[in-house]
């Protein structure tokens, strides 16, 4: 179901109604949607009825963050409510011959970039789990105890590990 603030958006920047609604699989978290419109544009629809109310901001935010010129494509967030976040549709393409060498010249670049600090402006999400970021300036000691160490943990709470496997 596409919520009501994606339709009256879409109305009221100029794409006109929906025509045909095309589910995209991939995920585990989240539904996928192209949405394709009288106007001839396509939309990425994410929706999740059980998730955290502010999960799809973060996520748009994030998607964001990763938007650096000579940088892979990212799709632009246009709307993010409680449980949806519309994006562009980066429609498949055929490939061009040197694909991977662009790609990985691309993430090369998305990932030669450099901070002080290691972290991020907000905490997040990973799927629906809440995800630290606070400021550290020790990469290794952030990557233990805000991804390794918090991720077991939640683990040995939720009874998927037990007390012993966490402290190894």
Request: hydrophobic share 35%; with cysteine; proline share 7%.
């Amino acid at each position: 179901m596409v919520p009501k603030q994606v339709l009256t958006w879409l109305t009221e920047n100029h794409y006109g109604q929906i025509l045909k609604t095309q589910p995209v699989s991939g995920g585990c978290i989240n539904n996928g949607t192209r949405l394709v419109t009288d106007s001839g544009n396509s939309f990425f629809l994410k929706t999740n009825a059980h998730c955290p109310p502010d999960m799809f901001a973060k996520e748009a935010e994030g998607l964001k963050s990763l938007t650096i010129p000579e940088g892979p494509r990212i799709p632009k967030s246009l709307l993010f409510g409680s449980g949806f976040l519309l994006l562009e549709d980066l429609c498949p393409a055929s490939r061009i011959p040197d694909y991977w060498l662009v790609l990985g010249r691309q993430l090369a670049t998305l990932h030669n970039q450099t901070a002080s600090q290691f972290g991020f402006s907000h905490d997040n999400y990973l799927g629906n789990t809440p995800q630290p970021n606070p400021w550290m300036g020790d990469g290794f000691n952030f990557f233990a105890e805000h991804r390794l160490i918090y991720q077991a943990e939640l683990a040995r709470q939720r009874r998927y590990l037990s007390s012993k496997e966490v402290q190894g």
